[in-house]
């Protein structure tokens, strides 16, 4: 479903919609979902931190998604005054530094504190499509050349997967929490799929760094 507002367009899948209306209505959906929302509110938080650093060096917010597997923003394709690469890492470094912030300000309330020094840390893996991964993307674009970029983007994206998924394997065993392992899967699926995707050949002949 799609909204526009005087701002941007507010995209949110339908799926979302139903599964929020069952956490609100039925007391055992609210029982399951209850930390998946609570966390929910901090990842809108996180996209909420690109969205004030990229307006700030005149960026447009075209689109904000809402979907059950996150929140994200989409930005103008005219780059604006975000041509300069420290500006674009900027931008992308805002959300993690957001939570990093918001677990310091709350770092006496353990819930809170722990869900967004997670956020910060993972987000800052060189993994698609991972604030970490458009950082290093940045960085690397004023040293190689595009080919080389990609490769060694993907190198590293397997290699952080692969050990976030035995760090996943470890918490299964020692708190019984496969939190780690699924979010794992969720970013191996969306890999696969964006280098499957025809924009990846589009991509491939240009960066926008």
């Not at 039925?26 to 650093?53: D, N, Q």
């Amino acid at each position: 479903m799609k909204l526009k507002t005087p701002f941007f367009y507010v995209n949110i899948e339908i799926t979302f919609i139903i599964i929020l209306l069952l956490f609100f209505i039925s007391p055992k959906v609210h029982k399951l979902l209850y930390y998946y929302y609570a966390c929910y509110l901090f990842i809108v938080y996180h996209e909420l931190g690109h969205m004030c650093i990229a307006t700030i060096v005149g960026k447009k917010v075209k689109e904000f998604k809402i979907t059950m597997a996150g929140v994200c923003i989409r930005l103008d394709e005219g780059m604006g005054l975000v041509d300069s690469r420290i500006l674009q890492i900027l931008v992308y470094i805002a959300g993690p530094i957001s939570n990093l912030v918001l677990a310091m300000i709350f770092k006496n309330n353990n819930m809170i504190f722990d869900v967004n020094i997670f956020l910060f840390l993972i987000n800052l893996l060189p993994i698609y499509p991972l604030d970490g991964y458009n950082i290093l993307k940045c960085v690397l674009s004023s040293l190689f050349e595009i080919k080389k970029i990609y490769k060694i983007l993907n190198e590293v994206s397997i290699t952080c997967i692969v050990m976030l998924f035995v760090t996943g394997i470890v918490q299964i065993f020692i708190s019984n929490n496969f939190s780690i392992v699924i979010f794992s899967i969720y970013l191996i699926l969306l890999k696969n799929q964006y280098y499957r995707s025809e924009k990846y050949d589009k991509i491939i002949q240009r960066i926008r760094c």
